[in-house]
């Protein structure tokens, strides 16, 4: 079975802080893809990345970098210099190469504080 | 501008009404989701359909049914509404199958409240 932790629930910063939203999974599978997704407080959850499992290669896209560890199952999502647009819930996930099904995690409510 | 779109935001519903929640994306996507958001239980797949009149269960199906006769409509139904039914509800597409599958493009939501 197929499980994605998100162990952090409620995370708060101060601006311009950095902060890392970790991200656990858990898959029998060799070959799947993960997500991140920011749900801001409008509501509509927004696509972030996607990385498979064959490019353990970290990625960075402006303020955000995210860090995908084979050997930890670990796909963590780093802010760096924190601003208040951040504040959202945070999601992680899952799927697998041979399925339609998305596994998402609790996800991680980020407060950025001014 | 790529769009999912559900047909209520907010809903009121009274015990035992039959409810209808639409969802329609414009992106000619092969599949289709309906979930559930609660506080601290995040995302829960409700069904899921991946053709026209193919549905699969998801993770929570119980009181719950899904329509979808053509490719960009994807409703879904609470036959009796219950308390326990009250949550947010999110509508969401994609394309392709497993790892040819693109991300999901989301509804803003509709929230479901059930006195």
């Known amino acids: 079975a197929q499980k994605v932790t998100q162990a952090q629930t409620e995370i708060s910063v101060v601006e311009k802080e950095d902060v890392t939203l970790d991200c656990v999974y858990e898959t029998r599978d060799t070959t799947y893809y993960l997500f991140w997704y920011k749900q801001p407080p409008s509501g509509e959850l927004v696509f972030l990345i996607r990385?498979?499992?064959?490019?353990?290669q970290n990625e960075i896209s402006g303020r955000y970098s995210w860090n995908f560890q084979k050997s930890t199952s670990s796909f963590n999502f780093t802010i760096t210099a924190s601003q208040v647009v951040d504040s959202a819930v945070y999601f992680c996930?899952?799927?697998?190469?041979?399925?339609?099904?998305?596994?998402f995690g609790t996800g991680t409510s980020l407060t950025v504080i001014p | 501008d790529v769009k999912v779109t559900q047909s209520s935001r907010y809903l009121v519903k009274r015990t035992g009404e039959k409810v209808f929640l639409e969802c329609v994306q414009d992106?000619?996507?092969?599949?289709m989701f309906w979930y559930r958001q609660d506080p601290g239980l995040g995302l829960r797949l409700i069904y899921f359909?991946?053709?026209?009149?193919m549905k699969e269960k998801g993770d929570i199906p119980e009181g719950y049914s899904v329509s979808r006769e053509k490719k960009e409509r994807f409703s879904l139904i609470l036959e009796s509404a219950s308390t326990n039914q009250t949550s947010m509800y999110l509508c969401?597409?994609?394309w392709g199958t497993g790892g040819n599958t693109g991300e999901l493009f989301f509804g803003e939501g509709s929230r479901l409240t059930v006195l």
């Open positions: 969401a597409s994609s």
């Open positions: 359909s991946y053709d026209v009149k």
């Open positions: 990385r498979n499992s064959f490019d353990e």
């Open positions: 996930a899952l799927i697998l190469n041979t399925g339609n099904q998305f596994y």
């Open positions: 992106m000619d996507h092969e599949n």
